[in-house]
């Protein structure tokens, strides 16, 4: 599967970790969904987005659902950590940023528990 849910966050945050070759389909029916889920939920989400060592890379497709997730849900996300060490992710990531009404920071695939921390911070984790 190539989006993964990161399970045992709180119903506000949505976690996805990329995994493989991600295409468009695999966030119209993994990513889509559950940032959809977490918005009838709650006024404002969160989302951790991993692109660690289990990327293998995006088709054009996916990296324009990628664009889209953020720009059409800009006002819905209170909080963004992409968790990445690629340069290029990195830069498209400090370009989106001033963008943002919300949060967003970078952290290293060695801080991951740093940035679900960070997102899940003030939130009661699921049981």
Do not use: Q
Request: negative net charge; aromatic residues 4%; charged residues 30%.
């Amino acid at each position: 599967m190539p989006i993964e849910l990161i399970d045992g966050l709180p119903d506000a945050v949505v976690g996805l970790e990329a995994v493989g070759e991600v295409t468009a389909h695999d966030y119209e029916r993994i990513a889509n969904p559950a940032i959809e889920h977490a918005r009838a939920a709650h006024e404002t989400i969160r989302l951790v987005h991993v692109l660690g060592e289990r990327l293998e890379g995006h088709t054009a497709g996916a990296l324009w659902d990628d664009a889209k997730l953020g720009v059409t849900n800009v006002r819905s996300f209170e909080r963004i950590a992409v968790v990445t060490d690629l340069e290029r992710i990195r830069a498209l990531a400090k370009g989106a940023a001033w963008s943002l009404p919300g949060e967003m920071r970078l952290f290293s695939n060695a801080e991951r528990t740093d940035a679900i921390g960070w997102a899940c911070e003030g939130l009661e984790r699921e049981a």
